[in-house]
């Protein structure tokens, strides 16, 4: 399992329509890609999700702007009691769409890439920033908190004192860094570009430094996990011993639960290896696919993350990593040994 | 300076004094001086509320080291 606290997260990805095409987006949504779910598809998913213990919602894309249900959904997940987070390029924002969206959403997450250059480059349109930065005033004017989501790469961690500043001056609450993870488009287009352990250790050491800097008026969030704390916490990648599957909700076993566009549902992230998939939405609902899920799939995710734990553990030298992508990287590589275990 | 091929922590440590005098290994001392919140972040999801519920979970008492402060 992944461990995310008190929040148990549903991630979904309701379109794959974007403005834009980033080189790192994991979801390789494009202007080009029509791919996009029914809002009572998601709302019939969500119900069950809550039902299941998930409570946060994560909108994602695709640029969540442009899917015209989105207060629909928004306002159902609201209803059922679930935290919300729009993830947004923040190019779209107009005076109307953000008041439909201000009793719905709890923070809108703004990519942004480095320094302006960078950012351009990055989302390969040169008003990428200018348009962003333009629309700020009427995100602050709404009410809405927001944030700032970075994407660290091998070679930017010197931006990120900019950034926090840009994030500092705009009124942000939250800056969050996130390591690049080659998926999607990232792995056509910045393959080798994932920054490695010394760059995840200055990053989580810069991190905190900046934290220090902005006060506590900006939260820095830095998405990267601790060896050690990893080791030091086995309960918090397996169920305790004589506990089952069984006598758990669904959302204290799998966190996130990702919904993808044309109806996939994955654990953990946005394109799992597909043989621990639950799923599609276009075949049965939500809760008939976490069921058969449990029964067939869990004990093999289980013994994944319980494989990454020990080889985590194992290692003599403490380090920083990205927990979800080191273990979609070895639920590759289960494959092979989970479809030995069913024959 | 290539900005394309160097590494964004060699191009801080350029700039940077309090960091260019660290090592991956004395991070990771620090690191394990202090206890971290065990939480494992979101890719594409902004995930405040844990924080929000406790801002104070992450100070850190980074001058275990010595450390200078920021520049």
Known sequence: ?343 | MDHQSTRGSDKLKAVCTSVATLTPQQISQVAGGVSLTPIWWIRGTPHPFERLVDPGALTLPVDKLGMPGLR
């Open chain 1, 1 to 343: 399992m992944a461990y995310t606290g008190s929040a148990h997260v549903l991630q979904i990805h309701p379109t794959r329509l974007c403005n834009l095409r980033c080189q790192h987006c994991y979801s390789s949504s494009s202007p080009q890609e029509r791919t996009m779910l029914d809002a009572s598809v998601l709302c019939s998913a969500i119900s069950d999700a809550a039902s299941e213990g998930f409570n946060v919602l994560g909108v994602s894309g695709g640029e969540p702007l442009l899917y015209k249900p989105l207060p629909e959904v928004l306002a159902h997940a609201r209803q059922l009691g679930m935290r919300t987070t729009v993830t947004s390029n923040g190019m779209l924002f107009t005076e109307r769409r953000l008041r439909e969206l201000q009793p719905l959403v709890h923070l809108i997450a703004i990519s942004l890439d480095g320094i302006p250059a960078s950012h351009n480059r990055i989302r390969g349109s040169e008003r990428a920033f200018e348009t962003m930065q333009a629309h700020l005033p009427m995100l602050r004017a709404s009410g809405i908190d927001f944030g700032f989501i970075f994407t660290l790469t091998q070679h930017n961690l010197d931006e990120l004192e900019w950034v926090a500043q840009f994030a500092l001056q705009e009124g942000a609450k939250l800056l969050q860094i996130h390591p690049l993870e080659e998926v999607g488009y990232a792995a056509q287009q910045l393959r080798g570009k994932t920054p490695d352990a010394t760059e995840g250790a200055y990053a989580w050491y810069w991190g905190q430094k900046i934290q220090e800097q902005v006060g506590p008026g900006l939260t820095v969030q830095v998405d990267l996990a601790f060896s050690d704390t990893i080791k030091n916490h086995p309960m918090l990648q397996a169920l305790p011993p004589g506990t089952t599957s069984d006598t758990r909700r669904f959302a204290e076993l799998v966190s996130p639960l990702v919904i993808e566009a044309d109806g996939a549902v994955s654990p953990i992230q946005y394109g799992f290896a597909p043989w621990f998939s639950m799923g599609n939405l276009q075949r049965a609902p939500l809760s008939a696919l976490l069921s058969q899920w449990r029964t067939q799939r869990w004990p093999h995710f289980q013994r994944l993350c319980q494989q990454v734990h020990t080889k985590i553990a194992d290692t003599t030298e403490p380090y920083f990593l990205n927990w979800y992508d080191v273990l979609g990287r070895e639920a590759l590589g289960v494959l092979p040994v989970a479809r030995a275990v069913n024959a």
